[in-house]
């Protein structure tokens, strides 16, 4: 266990809220992978919940976007009280999603968490070719770091909005109808995070259209 100091937050959606994070002496850790965190407050040093990192090795700091949650009464909406000067506890490291090479990634919410490291650190080391995206929200105003992510990725970069509520919006939802007219072959890897239903939903569609288990990440 390490405690943390947070140096600064900010909202990058009505809900989503950034943390830069105190990063301990010659700590190392891989793009995509996750940590446990708990709040340095009494009562809530031992709820433990995973966050993925979103910052780089070769940054000075930390960083981790978190969704809060305001109608549970849990640690992320404590979170939300958070700021500068207050402590997170980091308890062990852990894989989430391991880049295996180029492939389509496929994203709902807050799952572009783990995405954001690997395309962070592909985008720095010049190796984003034959990546893309496929990012879906409810509305536009959802989208994290989308104007980042369309910089790293330009036309790769597709959003997807399921409840946009605006006119002339045509409702789209990542289903196999939507993977045959945007992705066409299957014949490659595929990167998937996002809610659970989401997670296993795509993961199922994509192996019934042809895709490798093996060759699918989640």
């Not at 978190?66 to 958070?82: A, F, R, S």
Request: charged share 25%.
């Amino acid at each position: 266990m390490i405690t943390l100091k947070i140096i600064k937050t900010s909202y990058l959606t009505h809900n989503v809220k950034q943390f830069v994070v105190e990063k301990p002496k010659d700590f190392v850790y891989k793009p995509g992978h996750s940590t446990y965190l708990s709040i340095n407050q009494p009562g809530w040093e031992d709820k433990r919940r995973p966050f993925t990192f979103t910052s780089l090795n070769a940054w000075p700091h930390l960083e981790f976007i978190i969704k809060i949650y305001d109608e549970h009464n849990g640690v992320t909406k404590q979170m939300g009280t958070l700021n500068a000067g207050d402590e997170f506890i980091m308890h062990e490291v852990f894989g989430s999603i391991d880049y295996k090479g180029p492939g389509i990634f496929l994203a709902g919410g807050t799952g572009i968490t783990p995405f954001i490291a690997i395309f962070r650190a592909l985008h720095y080391s010049g190796n984003m070719r034959k990546i893309a995206l496929i990012y879906s929200n409810q509305k536009r105003d959802d989208v994290i770091l989308g104007e980042e992510l369309f910089q790293m990725l330009g036309p790769a970069y597709l959003n997807v909005f399921t409840r946009e509520g605006v006119i002339g919006f045509k409702e789209r939802k990542i289903d196999k109808k939507f993977l045959i007219e945007t992705i066409g072959r299957f014949d490659r890897r595929f990167y998937v995070c996002g809610p659970k239903s989401f997670t296993e939903e795509i993961t199922e569609a994509l192996i019934s259209l042809g895709a490798e288990p093996e060759s699918i990440v989640i």
